[in-house]
């Protein structure tokens, strides 16, 4: 019995320990992401984190757990990793390179992003080559990867990158292993990927803009080239996900419900794609048992779309539903060829495009008003592109118009704003890079922007986001003091307290809310003389009412006093009771329902959804009885990989 003991004991260490290493960060054989902390400047780390956070996501999404920290915690999260990849590393002190070059000493291989550190250059065995910007839109727009990629690597990956830290090449210690090439699919003369003595350099760093199955796999590869066994584990995760698609359990659960489809077209489609799944799951299980884990999770992806094809072909259409898609980039899914964009939406049944034109600081149109863009400068009118190419396929146009946030703004422009007071101050004085919605001079301005859209293009409505406060506690400065307090003819004993937690925090609040929505107001008004048959729409937080004293949106009274036709509300988020609960509180009343046309985070900061998840929320916004939905963001995940799977079924014509 003694041995029996023995070996629970055994077992029980080694869970425990397991559960300790990964509370720790301190998994065995793990890839480790480690983000720009005291090696970047103040300034940058937010932007370093939120890449590290993308590189997280398309781990797990390839089939890996990574552990993700700060540089500040690398003694911390490199032991016992094989794979340590450094998201904007820029300067790392020498202590930092010591603990690197035990790391790479003891086995460890990094994957270098976007570094100027000439230590850790020379312990990968590359050479530095300087700053460089792009003198153009597009120039630096994919990665061609050479005959000589380690496997799984893709051949080529899209992403626009605006600038580089250049490095070369070190004979007997690098190569080159993928280079830029432009939008016109001409080679650069700047590397984008090297292969040095201890792993991989990045001359800039993988973007959130699209094309990410192929960047998680690079990622994957890459990791897998130096620690081999990542693949097995890839593979295996990869199975489990094929096969709990949707509620359907299994390619066996999948076969069911498509020979229940009446149509014979559909049924076929169906069942053509669940022949393909049972056929990529059998290879997929042959190549893991035979010890051929690289195969396995080729199979394993290729199955996990195709029963994604297949959940979405048991799916059927609603008529007159708006299917809409947010395109953040201003520029479709192809600059330069905005009918290829629109056909592509059209073809894929998408009914409405809200399209990013403009905000305070910068402008995709032709404006008077707001400070030209570097995409109008280099490309032109983005919106009137996008008109032309739309109007003759059917697809409504919405112009999408930041608000109060400063997101594009020059320094200039910024100046512009600080000189006349228009900028949210904090309760420490400093100011925020947010326009005050108190300030009727801004609200003028963003209602003249309207105007100017509304009245000059064949719009068929305008689209308000960030109409908003930043936050609640970090825009009690001064400046919004003496607003308050003239606006209501009373002084404050004690601020921010009073307002804050005191007896004047409802007031506070109402008030806030009351300035924003004098601006939805206003642009109503505007429309109402200029456009009345334009529709309209905003994009909004999606907890109703904590988002009141939130951020100043109440957006349930500007239904009730017919101010918007459409409520987006931006319900990102991959638990799909959160999703559920969401669209059920937006949805409690007829009056309120017929107005909202809930978001879908596909590729949102907060979420990123396989295309069953997205389908799962659309039955969930169907049951709600809302006229339609909205997905965010046009991408060439959505383009590639979840418009097709909705075409099968959700928006088949």
Not at 206 to 215: S, T
Not at 540 to 568: F, H, I, N, T
């Amino acid at each position: 019995m003694w041995y029996r003991w023995l070996l629970i004991l055994v077992i029980a260490v080694g869970w425990l320990a397991g559960i300790g290493l990964a509370q720790g960060g301190m998994l065995s054989n793990s890839v480790v992401i480690v983000h720009g902390e005291l090696s970047l400047a103040p300034a940058d780390r937010g932007f370093s984190l939120a890449l590290a956070r993308h590189a997280f996501r398309w781990y797990r999404e390839a089939g890996i757990d990574a552990v993700m920290g700060g540089d500040s915690r690398l003694d911390d999260l490199l032991p016992g990793s094989r794979v340590a990849l450094l998201v904007q590393v820029a300067n790392p002190s020498p202590g930092q390179l010591a603990t690197l070059r035990r790391y790479v000493n003891g086995g460890g291989r990094l994957i270098v992003c976007y570094s100027s550190s000439p230590g850790l250059a020379d312990l990968m065995g590359v050479e530095l080559g300087g700053y460089v910007r792009s003198n153009g839109s597009g120039r630096w727009a994919e990665m061609r990867f050479e005959a000589t990629r380690p496997a799984g690597v893709p051949a080529s990956v899209r992403q626009n990158s605006p600038n580089l830290f250049l490095v070369k090449p070190v004979a007997g210690a690098s190569q080159v292993l993928a280079w830029w090439y432009d939008r016109a699919g001409v080679r650069t003369t700047e590397p984008a990927w090297l292969r040095g003595r201890n792993g991989f350099w990045m001359t800039h760093v993988l973007l959130g803009d699209g094309d990410v199955a192929a960047k998680a796999q690079l990622l994957l590869a890459l990791a897998a080239s130096c620690d081999p066994s990542l693949w097995g584990g890839a593979a295996d995760r990869k199975l489990a996900v094929a096969r709990q698609t949707g509620p359907v359990h299994g390619v066996a659960g999948m076969l069911k419900q498509a020979k229940r489809l009446e149509d014979p077209q559909r049924q076929a489609v169906a069942l053509a794609a669940v022949k393909n799944a049972d056929q990529r799951e059998k290879v997929a299980v042959a190549a893991r048992r035979d010890g051929q884990p690289f195969q396995a999770w080729l199979q394993a992806e290729a199955l996990c779309r195709q029963m994604e094809l297949a959940y979405g072909s048991l799916q059927v259409p609603r008529n007159g539903e708006i299917r809409a898609v947010w395109d953040q980039s201003g520029q479709g899914l192809y600059p330069g060829d905005w009918n290829r964009t629109c056909q592509i939406l059209k073809d894929h049944g998408i009914s409405d495009l809200y399209l990013c034109v403009g905000g305070a600081g910068f402008s995709h149109y032709r404006s008077q008003l707001l400070p030209p863009s570097r995409l109008f400068l280099e490309q032109g009118d983005q919106l009137a592109a996008c008109l032309a190419a739309a109007k003759p396929r059917g697809l409504r146009v919405h112009a999408w118009l930041f608000c109060f946030c400063t997101e594009q703004c020059s320094e200039e422009r910024v100046m512009f704003f600080r000189n006349r007071g228009w900028l949210l101050t904090g309760e420490d004085g400093r100011e925020r890079r947010w326009l005050d919605p108190a300030v009727p001079e801004v609200r003028n301005m963003l209602v003249q922007a309207a105007r100017e859209v509304a009245t000059r293009y064949r719009v068929d409505g305008l689209h308000l986001d960030f109409v908003r406060y930043p936050d609640f506690a970090g825009s009690l400065g001064p400046t919004i003091r003496r607003r308050f307090e003239e606006a209501t003819t009373r002084k404050c004993g004690e601020w921010p307290a009073e307002v804050k937690s005191g007896p004047r925090r409802e007031e506070f609040a109402r008030w806030r809310s009351d300035r924003v929505a004098e601006l939805v107001a206003d642009v109503r008004n505007m429309l109402r003389r200029e456009g009345p048959d334009k529709v309209l729409s905003a994009a909004v937080y999606g907890k109703y009412p904590s988002c009141l004293a939130a951020v100043g949106q109440d957006w349930e009274a500007w239904v009730r006093a017919g101010l918007v036709d459409y409520l987006l509300p931006m319900n990102y988020t991959e638990d799909p009771a959160m999703f559920a609960e969401l669209v059920g509180n937006q949805s409690r009343a007829r009056w309120l329902r017929q107005h909202v046309l809930p978001g879908i985070g596909v590729t949102a900061a907060e979420s990123r959804l396989r295309p069953s998840q997205v389908i799962d929320q659309i039955r969930t916004v169907r049951a709600a009885d809302c006229p339609g939905f909205a997905l965010f963001d046009l991408d060439t995940y959505l383009e590639q990989d979840v418009l097709p799977v909705l075409k099968a079924g959700v928006t088949a014509k």
